[in-house]
């Protein structure tokens, strides 16, 4: 199977992408649905950045927000136009549309995403918050990407000093309306702190190649989605290697 990048740029940034009324119609939609469904604080702790957000899950956007789902599919044609027709909405549908919802305060780690390409579209202006992209930074082992070898690979590109000599950053503040498209699984990104005082809302859009899966689904679900579980003792991006197997 071909890479969706061939030919493709890591990172497209698309400004005002939607409209203001429909950010806020969004908005609406969002505010309706926790007004019934209060969302846990999801915090695991973590350094130089830890995880702490609130989230709806794609499973809670099929059942209530299909406006959102819409969307989804709006997204996938442009997804398209910049990656390649291939790529598809992932099937794993709890990681395929996610709001994100993250507090004063809150931020989210360093990561690569499981899938191949990733679309965040900002609902609204926060100060802080920016996210934080080096777009196709990684030194990707390919259908090896949840091996322990990957996470020691990506540990060294993740420090400080080497990401700031190999790599360039760019920091996209959230705007209104503001769509980014990225090689998820192959830009190292995080979410620098929201400062102000007002929640910054965006929608996260998951899209793959046909027929991708995704080993470290088991544990990383519930460490992205289930306030209640405890935070493992391993990085759940990456499968842990069982002890007898020989492989991870
Ligand atoms: O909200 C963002 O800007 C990034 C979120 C993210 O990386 C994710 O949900 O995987
Ligand atoms: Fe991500």
């Not at 007004?35 to 209530?64: N, W």
Request: glycine share 8%; net charge neutral.
């Amino acid at each position: 199977m071909p890479s969706p990048t061939a030919n493709a740029r890591d990172l497209v940034v698309l400004d005002g992408y939607l409209s203001a009324a429909r950010c806020d119609a969004l908005l609406d939609a969002v505010a309706a649905y926790r007004a019934e469904h209060p969302l846990p604080l999801i915090e695991r702790p973590g350094t130089p950045r830890a995880l702490r957000y609130r989230v709806i899950d794609g499973e809670q956007v099929h059942a209530h927000l299909p406006a959102l789902e819409d969307l989804y599919r709006e997204v996938l044609a442009i997804v398209r136009e910049h990656f390649g027709a291939a790529v598809v909405p992932l099937r794993h549908r709890v990681a395929g549309v996610n709001v994100n919802l993250v507090p004063p305060g809150g931020e989210y780690r360093w990561h690569y995403d499981r899938n191949a390409v990733t679309a965040l579209l900002y609902l609204n202006r926060v100060d802080g918050g920016e996210t934080e992209i080096y777009p196709g930074y990684r030194v990707s082992l390919g259908r090896w990407q949840a091996s322990p070898l990957q996470q020691r690979l990506d540990g060294v590109l993740q420090w400080g000093p080497v990401r700031r000599v190999f790599g360039r950053m760019r920091s996209i503040a959230p705007a209104v309306g503001r769509l980014v498209l990225m090689r998820g699984d192959r830009s190292l990104h995080a979410v620098r702190a929201v400062t102000g005082s007002d929640e910054r809302i965006n929608l996260v859009m998951t899209f793959d190649v046909p027929g991708a899966r995704h080993l470290q689904e088991r544990a990383l679900d519930p460490y992205l989605y289930a306030a209640s579980t405890d935070t493992p003792d391993f990085d759940p991006n990456y499968t842990p290697k069982v002890p007898g197997t020989g492989g991870g």
